[in-house]
């Protein structure tokens, strides 16, 4: 099956500095790659996902960059804010058939004000 | 509803008990998923419900945990025979395409076995 490894475990920034999270996976059918937000305390959400199609995406301070070949994506986060704060997850999955997210183990993320 | 709905958001049950942890997805989605989070850990799977095949219970931990989901909406997973290991918060999520893609999280149980 899937395997999904993501790094750093933790990490810590000054506010306003770029913030770099990045996974590799194991199953090269794997197509669909999003990014999973965790505050204290609450639900993961969706911030931003890409599919295999793709390179890059960007949504305002959050982009996402894919390389199929070498099989791992990263999330790149700039002028990063106190509100940043929280556990990433990255995931993938196949976006075909009968296939769940398989997820990273996370990135506790400390913007530090 | 608006959103994934799970009961209870807390639960505290003593070891060798049964529990049972429901989540109601958001209408219309046909697909649904359990994970369980233990404490400061990633998102394990549990177990995957798409329509009305045969749902994938690949990521059951052992024959003690068991789910189903009921006319395609409400689902219920069920802990025998509960152990302190069990200790997690179990997330259940649901997607309108059942590949992966677009999962809205409920907001979990906790779940405390002492």
């Known amino acids: 099956g899937e395997n999904v490894e993501q790094h750093p475990s933790t990490l810590s920034v000054q506010e306003g500095d770029s913030a770099v999270i990045k996974c590799t996976y194991s199953?090269?059918?794997?197509?669909?790659f999003p990014w999973y937000k965790q505050e204290l305390g609450k639900r993961p959400q969706l911030i931003i996902d890409?599919?295999?199609?793709?390179g890059e995406k960007k949504d305002q301070r959050i982009a996402v960059t894919l390389n199929k070949t070498a099989k791992h994506f990263s999330l790149h986060i700039t002028e990063t804010q106190p509100e940043d704060s929280a556990v990433y997850f990255c995931?993938?999955?196949?976006?075909?058939?009968?296939?769940?997210?398989?997820f990273g183990s996370g990135t506790r993320l400390q913007v530090q004000p | 509803g608006a959103g994934v709905s799970q009961s209870p958001s807390n639960k505290v049950t003593e070891k060798g008990k049964d529990v049972e942890l429901r989540c109601d997805p958001i209408?219309?989605?046909?697909?649904l998923y359990w994970y369980r989070q233990s404490l400061g850990q990633g998102l394990e799977f549990l177990i995957y419900?798409?329509?009305?095949?045969?749902?994938?219970k690949s990521g059951l931990p052992s024959d003690r945990f068991s789910a189903e989901r009921t006319g395609g909406s409400v689902s219920t997973l069920t802990i025998q025979r509960t152990q302190q290991e069990d200790s997690a918060v179990y997330l259940c999520?649901?997607?309108?395409?059942?590949?992966?893609?677009?999962?809205?999280f409920g907001s979990g149980t906790r779940l405390t076995v002492v």
């Open positions: 999520a649901s997607s309108l395409e059942g590949t992966g893609s677009g999962y809205t």
């Open positions: 199953d090269s059918a794997s197509n669909y």
């Open positions: 890409i599919r295999s199609n793709v």
């Open positions: 995931a993938a999955s196949i976006n075909t058939g009968r296939r769940a997210l398989t």
């Open positions: 209408s219309g989605h046909t697909a």
């Open positions: 419900f798409q329509g009305n095949s045969a749902p994938d």
